[in-house]
């Protein structure tokens, strides 16, 4: 079945430490998206890849990195620099079109220590 | 931005129907997306308007009014399982992402 995966579901990062987490997609889209969830906030931006090997910030990029080196690929990297990194992050792709749907992965939830 | 706001929580009986708002500022507008997302899982598509009217699927129904900045997510015939927080969110042009509102939980009882 074609869908979105992500690992692992849950994450714990320690000070200072930076920690990837991994979102692959077997839809043959062409654009994929990083998202963040906060309680009583909507989902925010922090990524966007339209195509392979290009990658453009969202909203709230600092303290985040990615990488586009594959179609079906788009590790997000949390870094020691995101000083709040507590969160439920979600990945999303999309094929381009009038519609544009995005469809999400399962969610990855990230705890510190 | 764009400010984009929904109910923060609404309750309604089951086999009752329950409609959510949305209403939107935004420049640029180029269509409205609905999601459902339950606790800890993945937003899961419902519908899509680009143009004014009302959409059916099934159970779900969605209207937009692009005059009026204005949608709304109808449900019909309550399940306990729709219990859950449903998402409106914005495509602008020119964006690649969608511009989501805080999302409205749902509570259904019995």
């Known amino acids: 079945d074609g869908g979105i995966t992500q690992s692992p579901k849950y994450l714990f990062r320690k000070e200072g430490q930076n920690v990837t987490l991994s979102c692959e997609q077997n839809l043959n889209h062409d654009a994929m998206y990083w998202y963040r969830q906060d309680p009583g906030q909507g989902l925010r931006l922090i990524y966007y890849s339209q195509i392979v090997n290009d990658f453009q910030k969202g909203d709230i990029a600092e303290g985040y990195s990615v990488s586009r080196e594959k179609k079906e690929s788009f590790p997000l990297t949390v870094t020691s620099a995101q000083k709040n990194p507590t969160a439920f992050y979600l990945c999303a792709s999309s094929r381009p079109g009038l519609q544009e749907t995005q469809y999400f992965g399962p969610g990855t939830r990230l705890l510190v220590l | ?110």
């Open chain 2, 1 to 110: 931005g764009q400010n984009i706001d929904q109910p923060t929580e609404m309750t309604a009986t089951e086999g009752a129907i329950v409609q959510i708002n949305c209403t939107y500022q935004t420049s640029g507008f180029n269509g409205l997306f609905w999601y459902q997302q339950h606790a800890g899982e993945a937003p899961t598509f419902l519908s899509y308007n680009v143009l004014d009217g009302l959409e059916e699927k099934g159970r779900f129904s969605s209207f937009l009014s692009r005059s009026k900045g204005y949608s709304y997510l109808l449900l019909k015939e309550l399940q306990m399982k729709d219990s859950a927080s449903y998402l409106c969110a914005v495509k602008k042009d020119g964006a690649n992402n969608l511009f989501f509102g805080t999302g409205t939980r749902l509570t259904v009882i019995p």
